[in-house]
Structure formats: structure tokens, C-alpha cells
């Protein structure tokens, strides 16, 4: 720091230290917790007793400064020193194995990471070797310091918490940039959105000026109100076009998608959408000055010109002043409830309910406006097409739902028998309609399993809103009862043809489940491991011809029976079991991340449960990764032949999945373990796909609370090859990703053109976004 900003410091420390120790100018020990803000109490008590140089039990401002000086201001020596004294609980001057348990135990709750007492002693072991160089059975502060040097990056970033919490805000140290919508990255990386945004605006300019300057004969206000209402002809049918999805998705694969901005026809819609607002608005506004210097010289008075059918305004009997306010109290309504503050808050139904009032909107303004329907005509041919084609889709067939899984932080994970004229490409969702829990809301879902498998359909829904909380509180339910005979007999029958399906999916040899390679011994590990075969991820491709499939079709489904009770004919633990469920399936429609094999290099960005495009896609891209593999039959080594083709050129994958908690990975970690399994140990090239999982709950090695729990965690995966937070060979890396870093390594690859697809939320999706303006890369966000 320099002299200005160590005196801008000192000022805003005291100011902060006055705040939170008030009238007695002494922190205790509870206002000092408070201050870190810490979870296990530990650390703070810690800090406390090596800040309270005294023994007085408080920390004065004195004390609190000339510690926080050293920590911040001092060498890396005098910051290794501190940390020794914090991990050396009883001050003896070296740590044992049983001090280092403990402050691994806290660290553990501080990164909110829950393991085993039994993973928590290999972790404490697998340290204190690592760093006992001369086995005397205890760690000295020489020992820690050569221990920690062979961890560079903690080495190099070695920060307090204890001080961060004292330093001025980030916020006033930045320096300004120009605004992104002014750098030349942006201009580039939106230029078919920004081409298409500029004709758009001047389409409506020129409507706009042709239809003032046809009726200047009535005034100023009549020509302001005509060519608004020229320019609600077009964009009302506009709007329509935008949300034509199976059109949409013909057109992704044509060239027209490296022309028009299809990618982004949502926010397209919302554009018109608000432009609506506004020229209806104005138009509104135009016509009451109008009907104020008409009333001052006709009979009629304002009042009659507004809500009556007197004056006969309008093509049909007059009714263009009391259509129009209808239109304008709607159009008023479904732009209110489109708000985002309403979707993303739990209310997605009056979203939903209130934008189907379309249908009431183009009735009325075809008797509004005598000319509406020569803009409509075709628009409204190819979305009651699109209607027809949709219900009689999701009417054909019988669907059922014929397994579920109540997954970790509330997912539920439907599997849906997939009808053989189903067809999608990997990333495609669609609208599902489940009549029990609502029989007239249809939502859509990104379907999460790869086309390749052609037996089932996987949905998971993450429990967000009303329809989403009643799905997941339907299944954790315990089943019903009473269940009539005839449903007995299918049970049993369902129940014995399930265990048929588990024995033939593995050889048996002398009475036990032999492997025949490396991807069943997984699957058959995670068999023994779970007692079934939900979570595991079989494409189609590691179940050998004529085997039997390893989903339970339901006899009533079969037949066309409807279910109108719940029926579990078998149920394999609190959170999984098989059901026969009637539901409707819409779709499938396309998404950007069509355009994933097209690409070079391609980076999958997931936030939570914003995996589940990503699943159907990893899962593809291994099918047919899997499609190129080649093995030496004289010995073990395989590769991969690296040929790009018109169906795929993909030359690398990074997979980067972003999880608050623990407990979140649970949701995927069976698919992700064979698709590591998938690929060769060694590679010329490197890895096909790379996985980098993300952690936000738990602490960075920058912090002093998890430095040792991250080199007891790195060490352990070293030993073990895998993971102590998700079991994968993957390393669960702590905090956030740091998207300047991981995109300039993704850029020194020299992979290709780098394509980066992201699904999760909007705040972080601004974020990457902005990245990859600034390293020239095309970003992609999941849209429905």
C-alpha cells in the first residue's frame, strides 16, 4: 500500500472499530464473531486470544491495529508465524496430529463440507505426514513452511480474513471503464443481435412516418395516433413470430441461424413486448388530445368519444374507443405480470395464466382496427398450425412416468417412457402437462438425457415455484393405501419383472455379477453400492444387443390405462420409486446449444441445476466420443481418433459446474463418473473433456480458515485419485471460478474457436458474458 492509501485505511478501520465497539472503545469476544463473520466459532476465539495481547479479554483499538498491521503490511514469514500459532492450540510450540483434527474438523464446517469421522482422520493423516518430514510426531513452523511451499498459489495469495473484513470497499478502488455497449468486443460478438435490433428500429420509423403522413389531413394528434397504430399492427403479429418455437427450431438448422439472431428470440419478444407497451400508450394518449379539440366542436363530449358507441369510431358499430381501452388495460397487465420480479419469485403462475390472455388481445383488435387482420392472417395461420401440431403430438400415444428420484436441495428427477416418434437433439426441452398436479399449467424442462438413449426421457425440475413445489411435495408423500387387487397383481408382476431386468443387465458367473470391462465395473459398483439403477447413466451403447432394458415398463401404460391414483408398484428406498403417471409432453424444441457441434472448442458453463442441458450433452458428445475410440487388441492402450466431420468438430470440451453446497453434485455424479471413466487415462493431446467443479459455500486457499483443510484435500486426491467432496477424479476446486483466468487458459489451448455455453442465472450469465466480449469468444445462454 502506499502512504495515501495506508492513512485511508487507518481511517476507515477506526471508523469500522468504533461502530462495533461503541462507548467502551473494547471488542469482546461475541462482537468480535460478529465482525468475522465466521461459522464455527473456532477461528474466532482463535483470533481473539492472538489478537488480545494482554490477557484483558478485549481488544483494544491498539491491539486490533498493530495485529492487523503485521498481518497485512508483514512479511509472508511473519503471516506463515500467525497461522502456526493459530493451528498450535495449546502452544507448545509444534502441532500434533489430534490439534490438527481439530482445525481441520472446523474448517470442514466452515466450508460447510460434511465427510466422515473416518475421511476426516485420512485427511488429518494424509497432512500431517505430508508435512512431519522427520516423523518426530509433531509439525514444527519450519516443517509448515516447507510443507506450504509446495503449494505456490497459497504461497503467493496468503490473505487474513481476520482483515479483510477491516478494508475499505473494493467498490472505491476500482478504476472506471467505459461501459461495455461502447467497446469494440461488444460491437462485434452482438453484431447479427445489434443489425437486427437497427432494421427492426427502422422498419417502425418507416411505418411510423408513412402512416402520418397518409392521415395529415386530421390534425397532429391523428397523425401521431395513426402511426402508432401502424406500427401495432406489425409488432402485435410481430410478437407472435418471435414465440412460432417449432418454426424457430426447423430454422436452427438452416443457414438463416448465422444471419438472424434466432438464439435470442426471447429477448426479441420482450423487446416487441415493451415496444407494444409503449406505442399503445402513446397511441392511447394521442387519441384522448384528439377526442378533447373533436368534442369542443361536435355534440359529443369526451366522456361519450371515450366510452360509449356514439360517435361510431370504428369499422364495427363503433366500438374503437371501448375495444381500445380493453386493449389497454390487458396489454397493461400482461406486460406487468411478465415481469421478472414475478417470474423468478416463486408466482410463475400468474406469469403464465395472465399471458394467455393473447387470444382475447388479437380477437379484440381485430374489431378494434379494420386493417389488423391483412398483418395477421399468416402469422396466425402458422401459430394455430403450430397449436394443432402441438396438442395432437402430445396427445398421441400413451406417456407415462415411470420412475422418479427426490434428489438433494428439492430436484426431481422424472424418467418419462419415451415414445418411438420421439425425436431431439441434445440440449432440446420441452413443455410437459402432468394432470394430477395441474391439468391445464404446461411448463417447460430441458430434457436431460442424450438422444442416444431411445428408451426414456429424464426432466430434472428443480423445486422453484408453485407447480415445481407441488411435483416434489406429490412424490415425497407416502403412497396410498388402498390398492385394489387387480393393481396388487400388477405390482407383483412389475416388482418380479424388475428383478429379471437387473439380473440380465449383468453376466452372472458362478453366482455372482461379473464385469466384462471397465464401464460395467462401475455401473456394477454403483449397483452393489445403491441397490438399483437410477442414477446411473447407461447409454444405450454399454448395454449389449438383445439385453433387456434396464427401465420398467408399466403394464397399465401399455394398455392405455389412466392412473387416477397414485400407483407405486415398486418402491426402492424414501426418495425413488417406480409410478405409473399419466403426462403430456410438448415439443421438442431447439436451443442455442445446437450449435455446440459446430464448434471447435466448446465451453459448458452450468450453475446449479443449470446442468441439465449439459447432461443430455456430455452424454452425446461421449456416444460418439466413444464412437472413435480405438483400442490395441495386442494391449490396454486406447485413443481417440481426432477427425472433425460435418456432424461434429468438436475438438475439445471443457465442463465447468457451479454448485452452492455439497449436497448439490449428488444430482449428477453418477454420469459424470463414467463419463471420466470414458476416456483414456493418457491422451497426446490432453483430455477430450475436461471437468472443473466449483464449490461456492466453501472457503478459497486464499483464505486462512481453509488453507489446511484445501492442502489436506489436494494431498488426500493425489493418494486416493479422487475426490473427497464428489468421489470424482475431478478435484472439487473451493469459491468461485475466476473467469479471466480459466478463459485466458481456455485461449492458450489454441483449441479452435472457442464457443461458450452457459445455463443457470442471469446476474452470473452478465458476467461471463462480458468475458468473453473481452477475449473475442461467442457466448451462448439457455433460453425457453
Same mark, same amino acid.
Given at each position: 500500500m ?5 492513512a ?13 465497539? %461503541? ?6 469476544i ?7 463473520k465466521?461459522?464455527?466459532? /473456532?477461528?474466532?476465539?482463535? /483470533? ?13 483499538l491498539?491491539?486490533?491495529l ?24 495449546d ?14 474438523k ?17 485427511? =488429518?493423516?494424509a ?10 510426531g ?5 516443517? #509448515? ?7 505456490? $498459489?497459497?504461497?503467493?495469495?496468503? =490473505? ?8 475499505p ?11 461495455r455497449?461502447?467497446?469494440r ?11 437486427? #435490433?437497427?432494421?427492426?428500429?427502422c422498419l417502425?420509423?418507416?411505418?411510423f412516418?408513412?402512416a ?20 401495432l399492427n406489425?409488432?402485435c ?8 418455437r417449432?418454426?424457430?427450431t426447423?430454422?436452427?438448422a ?5 444471419v ?5 428470440n426471447i ?23 384528439n377526442?378533447?379539440?373533436?368534442s369542443?366542436?361536435?355534440? /359529443?363530449?369526451?366522456?361519450?368519444y ?17 375495444? %381500445?381501452?380493453?386493449l ?6 400482461m406486460v406487468l405480470?411478465?415481469?421478472t420480479?414475478?417470474?423468478r ?10 399471458h394467455?390472455?393473447?387470444? +382475447?388481445?388479437?380477437?379484440? +383488435?381485430? *374489431? ?11 402469422? %396466425? ?42 425425436? /431431439?437433439k ?41 407447480? =415445481? ?5 406429490y ?12 393393481? +396388487?397383481a ?8 424388475l428383478?429379471?431386468?437387473? $439380473? ?10 461379473v ?7 462401475? $455401473? ?5 453400492q445403491?441397490?438399483? +439403477?437410477?442414477?446411473? &447413466? ?8 438383445g ?8 403394464g397399465?401404460?401399455?394398455?392405455g390405462? &389412466? ?31 445446437r ?9 459448458l ?19 460418439r ?8 487388441p ?23 459446474w ?7 453434485f ?13 476416456q ?9 473433456l $475436461? ?9 478459497s486457499?486464499n ?12 494431498l #488426500? ?12 477424479r475431478?478435484? =472439487?476446486?473451493? %469459491?468461485r ?8 487458459? *481456455? ?15 442471469p446476474?452470473l450469465?452478465?458476467v461471463?458474458?462480458?468475458?468473453c ?12
Amino acid at each position: 500500500m502506499s502512504l495515501d492509501e495506508d492513512a485511508r485505511w487507518l481511517e476507515w478501520v477506526t471508523k469500522q472499530f468504533e461502530s462495533i465497539a %461503541g462507548d467502551d472503545k473494547e471488542i469482546d469476544i461475541d462482537e468480535f464473531k460478529t465482525a468475522l463473520k465466521v461459522k464455527e466459532s /473456532f477461528f474466532a476465539e482463535r /483470533f481473539f486470544a492472538l489478537f488480545d495481547s494482554d490477557g484483558s479479554s478485549s481488544i483494544s483499538l491498539d491491539e486490533l491495529l498493530e495485529a492487523l498491521d503485521l498481518l497485512i503490511h508483514g512479511t509472508e514469514t511473519d503471516k506463515l508465524k500467525f497461522l502456526f500459532q493459530v493451528y498450535d492450540v495449546d502452544g507448545s510450540g509444534s502441532i500434533d496430529p489430534d490439534e490438527l483434527r481439530t482445525v481441520l474438523k472446523s474448517c470442514l464446517r466452515e466450508s460447510a463440507i460434511s465427510l466422515p469421522e473416518e475421511k476426516l482422520d485420512d485427511l =488429518t493423516l494424509a497432512l500431517f505426514e505430508s508435512a512431519d518430514k522427520d516423523n518426530s510426531g509433531a509439525i514444527t513452523f519450519e516443517e #509448515l513452511k516447507a510443507e506450504l511451499e509446495n503449494f505456490p $498459489e497459497v504461497m503467493e495469495n496468503l =490473505t487474513i480474513s481476520a482483515a479483510n473484513w477491516l478494508k475499505p470497499p473494493e467498490s472505491d478502488q476500482k478504476k472506471r471503464h467505459a461501459p461495455r455497449y461502447l467497446t469494440r468486443a461488444y460491437w462485434q460478438n452482438n453484431s447479427r443481435k445489434l443489425l437486427f #435490433l437497427c432494421l427492426y428500429a427502422c422498419l417502425n420509423l418507416l411505418l411510423f412516418t408513412f402512416a402520418m403522413l397518409q392521415h395529415k389531413q386530421g390534425g397532429a394528434w391523428y397523425m401521431v395516433a395513426k402511426g402508432c397504430g401502424q406500427c401495432l399492427n406489425f409488432n402485435c403479429t410481430f410478437v407472435m413470430v418471435l414465440m412460432l418455437r417449432r418454426c424457430l427450431t426447423w430454422l436452427r438448422a438452416t443457414w438463416v441461424v448465422r444471419v438472424l439472431p434466432l438464439d435470442q428470440n426471447i429477448l426479441l419478444h420482450q423487446i416487441v413486448g415493451y415496444a407494444i407497451l409503449c406505442f399503445t400508450l402513446v397511441h392511447t394518449v394521442a387519441h384522448i388530445f384528439n377526442f378533447v379539440q373533436l368534442s369542443h366542436s361536435s355534440e /359529443f363530449s369526451l366522456w361519450e368519444y371515450l366510452l360509449t358507441t356514439r360517435p361510431g369510431i370504428g369499422w364495427v358499430k363503433g366500438t374503437a374507443s371501448l375495444t %381500445g381501452v380493453v386493449l389497454q388495460v390487458v396489454i397493461c397487465l400482461m406486460v406487468l405480470c411478465s415481469s421478472t420480479f414475478v417470474r423468478r419469485s416463486g408466482h410463475f403462475e400468474v406469469f403464465y395464466w395472465s399471458h394467455l390472455s393473447y387470444v +382475447l388481445v388479437w380477437s379484440v +383488435l381485430l *374489431v378494434h382496427c379494420a386493417n389488423f387482420w391483412k398483418w395477421f392472417v399468416v402469422p %396466425g395461420l402458422l401459430f394455430l398450425l403450430e397449436k394443432i401440431i402441438g396438442i395432437a403430438v402430445s396427445r398421441i400415444g400413451g406417456l407415462y412416468i415411470v420412475e422418479v428420484n427426490l434428489l438433494p436441495s428439492k430436484v426431481t428427477h422424472l424418467v418419462i417412457k419415451r415414445p418411438q416418434f420421439f425425436q /431431439f437433439k441434445p440440449g432440446d426441452y420441452v413443455y410437459i402437462n402432468i394432470p394430477v398436479i395441474a391439468k391445464y399449467e404446461w411448463h417447460p424442462f430441458t430434457i436431460s438425457s442424450p438422444p442416444e438413449q431411445s428408451d426414456s426421457l429424464w426432466l430434472h425440475i428443480r423445486s422453484m415455484g408453485q407447480w =415445481t413445489n407441488r411435483l416434489y411435495e406429490y412424490f415425497r408423500e407416502p403412497e396410498r393405501e388402498t390398492v385394489s387387487p387387480k393393481r +396388487l397383481a400388477t405390482s407383483l408382476r412389475d416388482r418380479r419383472q424388475l428383478l429379471r431386468t437387473q $439380473e440380465d443387465l449383468f453376466s452372472l458367473s458362478d453366482g455372482g455379477a461379473v464385469a466384462s470391462n471397465e464401464d460395467d465395473a462401475v $455401473e456394477l459398483m454403483m449397483y452393489r453400492q445403491n441397490g438399483s +439403477l437410477s442414477d446411473v &447413466a447407461l447409454p444405450p451403447t454399454s448395454v449389449s444387443p438383445g439385453s433387456a432394458d434396464p427401465q420398467v415398463e408399466p403394464g397399465p401404460a401399455e394398455r392405455g390405462e &389412466a392412473s387416477p391414483i397414485r400407483e407405486v408398484p415398486a418402491k426402492l428406498g424414501e426418495n425413488h420409486r417406480f409410478c405409473n403417471i399419466k403426462c403430456y409432453v410438448d415439443g421438442p424444441y431447439g436451443t442455442p446449444t445446437r450449435q455446440i457441434f459446430a464448434s471447435e472448442h466448446a465451453v459448458l458453463i452450468g450453475a446449479g441445476i443449470g446442468i441439465t442441458p449439459f447432461a443430455s450433452i456430455l452424454q452425446s458428445i461421449m456416444y460418439r466420443y466413444r464412437q472413435r475410440k480405438q483400442n490395441c487388441p495386442s494391449c490396454n492402450y486406447s485413443w481417440c481418433e481426432n477427425i472433425k466431420d460435418s456432424e461434429m468438430k468438436l475438438r475439445k470440451v471443457d465442463f465447468i459446474w457451479i454448485n452452492r453446497d455439497q449436497k448439490s453434485f449428488e444430482w449428477f455424479v453418477s454420469l459424470l463418473t463414467k463419463l471420466e471413466m470414458d476416456q483414456a487415462d493418457e491422451d497426446l493431446e490432453g483430455r477430450f473433456l $475436461e471437468m472443473h467443479m466449483y464449490m461456492t459455500s466453501a472457503l478459497s486457499k486464499n483464505d486462512m480458515k481453509a488453507i489446511g483443510l484445501q492442502m489436506a484435500l489436494d494431498l #488426500l486426491a493425489k493418494k486416493e485419485k479422487r475426490d473427497s467432496i464428489t468421489g470424482l477424479r475431478t478435484r =472439487t476446486q473451493p %469459491g468461485r471460478p475466476e473467469w479471466g483466468k480459466v478463459f485466458q487458459k *481456455v485461449s492458450e489451448e489454441n483449441k479452435g474457436k472457442v464457443h461458450v455455453f452457459y445455463c443457470g442465472a442471469p446476474a452470473l450469465a452478465k458476467v461471463i458474458k462480458a468475458q468473453c466480449e473481452h477475449f473475442g469468444f461467442h457466448f451462448y445462454k439457455e433460453n425457453f
